[in-house]
């Protein structure tokens, strides 16, 4: 058979949130209406039992039992002579190679499962199986079988999603018409349950150490200012924020607003690792600006193409959550695309 | 393969455990054997397009590997009488399913002869792939055979 297999595990019965109770009723009505009636079409065995297919099972099945495949072993048993193994039943019917199961045509069966289908219950999975044998098949013996709608059960709930379950009893028979294994067979035609993906939620920008040097420049980023600490003795200005002046060792600063004009230094463009928190490629440029220091940011809309050395660039301050702004640079103006290497 | 005969069987004993390993060729060779022919019984690629992780044994074999089991078990006399199991975990290839079994039934039938009821469960790594219930007519220690 070709339905899958797959764990299904406490089953509840359940109203279905789409239909009126009304229109339940009258699906379920429609499904118990097949309950009982045959599919009307013999499946008739291409071959009798015969000894190479039992050979061939037995192989695949690791089954060292003589009664299947040795004359002698299996005449001095108390089956008395060659028998097919019990479990093969169905295999003595199964639809040849190449054709498919519409092949059938129209029956009963095909049309509950349409009915199913149309409500929703469109994914199979195979549930139960339950094989009865009245005799052993021997050699010879010509099978034919026929199938009846046994139960169409209400609407269950599975860990699989909503369905219902269909069960079809197999009544396998010989030559003589008279039945030699029966076959219950369940499958729960269900509605997937919707997939839930989480979309994990984006992982922030790193948190800066704000320490006493530079908790100025952050704290003037949220108010939309770039600030550029300044020697308060010798007017040196100074970046990254440090204690002490490199001129004059003063410890005394002060801060000045930029005024947020610069030019591309330098800049790389970051393709690995990827880091969730960025975009990428990741465009980091260094950022000589007009007051005489450099600056590490990224971009803001600069087109790769645009994104040279010597480009003019001009501040933009940015929210990137609750609790950071950080500084990014775009184009002043469009600079002639002169594209190079971002290796 | 051993025998046990229904006046040497007690509710309660165990069948050894039988670890089949899965790889792909049984898979393949169950499916064929069966005359079973779809695809995500053979053909990894199709299997996962199907939305399964890879091909998977189909329910014939299975049961014939139950079948297989149980006679390991009760012996070339043995008749198995019905196979009624409840699907699972599917078995992959890659894995181990194990075959565990014990008596929990017993029904003395003619000439010393009866049914016996065995409990069945194959868990691969997944879980249960099969869990299920198997019965057996076994004759008597001292039952007629032909000669």
């Keep these: 058979m070709s339905e899958q297999q797959g764990m299904i595990t406490a089953t509840t019965t359940t109203t279905t949130a789409p239909y009126t109770a009304d229109e339940q009723a009258e699906f379920l009505a429609a499904l118990q209406a097949y309950v009982g009636q045959e599919i009307g079409i013999d499946q008739h065995g291409p071959d009798p039992v015969n000894t190479p297919m039992i050979r061939h099972w037995v192989e695949a099945m690791g089954d060292t039992n003589p009664i299947y495949t040795d004359e002698a072993a299996a005449a001095a048993s108390a089956h008395r002579g060659i028998v097919a193994p019990p479990t093969m039943l169905q295999a003595w019917v199964m639809r040849p190679f190449g054709v498919d199961r519409d092949a059938l045509g129209p029956n009963p069966y095909a049309d509950l499962t349409s009915l199913v289908e149309s409500h929703g219950f469109t994914s199979v999975v195979a549930s139960n199986c339950e094989q009865t044998y009245d005799r052993y098949l021997r050699p010879g013996d010509q099978i034919t079988l026929r199938t009846v709608i046994d139960d169409v059960s209400a609407e269950k709930t599975t860990a699989l999603g909503a369905g219902h379950f269909i069960t079809t009893r197999q009544d396998y028979f010989d030559q003589n018409d008279e039945r030699v294994g029966s076959m219950l067979f369940r499958i729960l035609k269900f509605r997937p349950a919707p997939k839930v993906t989480p979309v994990p939620a984006r992982p922030r920008r790193p948190r800066p150490a704000k320490t006493e040097d530079i908790a100025f420049f952050f704290e003037g980023l949220m108010e939309g200012k770039l600030l550029i600490q300044q020697c308060a003795q010798c007017g040196t200005l100074r970046h990254p924020p440090g204690p002490m002046c490199r001129n004059c060792r003063s410890l005394e600063w002060t801060t000045l607003e930029s005024a947020g004009n610069g030019t591309i230094h330098s800049f790389v463009v970051v393709h690995y690792p990827q880091v969730p928190s960025f975009d990428y490629p990741n465009q980091v440029v260094l950022v000589e600006l007009d007051e005489g220091i450099r600056l590490v940011a990224n971009t803001l809309d600069v087109p790769r193409d645009q994104l040279v050395i010597g480009a003019r660039v001009r501040l933009v301050v940015e929210r990137v959550d609750e609790e950071l702004a950080l500084p990014f640079f775009t184009l002043t103006e469009p600079t002639p695309a002169t594209r190079q290497d971002d290796r | ?147």
């Design chain 2, 1 to 147: 393969m051993s025998a046990v005969w229904f006046d040497t069987v007690d509710v309660g004993d165990e069948l050894a455990a039988l670890p089949i390993p899965l790889d792909r060729s049984l898979i393949v060779a169950g499916a064929i054997a069966s005359r079973d022919y779809q695809d995500v019984h053979h053909d990894a690629e199709l299997a996962q397009a199907k939305g399964s992780k890879d091909i998977f044994m189909n329910i014939l074999t299975t049961n014939g590997l139950i079948g297989r089991y149980v006679t390991d078990w009760a012996g070339p006399d043995a008749f198995i009488k019905k196979v009624a199991i409840r699907l699972g975990a599917p078995n992959y290839p890659g894995d181990t399913m194990t075959l565990t079994g014990s008596v929990t039934a017993k029904e003395a039938g003619v000439d010393g002869g009866g049914v016996v009821e065995l409990s069945v469960v194959g868990k691969n790594g997944l879980g249960d792939h099969v869990t299920g219930t198997v019965t057996v007519a076994l004759t008597a220690s001292n039952g007629e055979r032909p000669q």
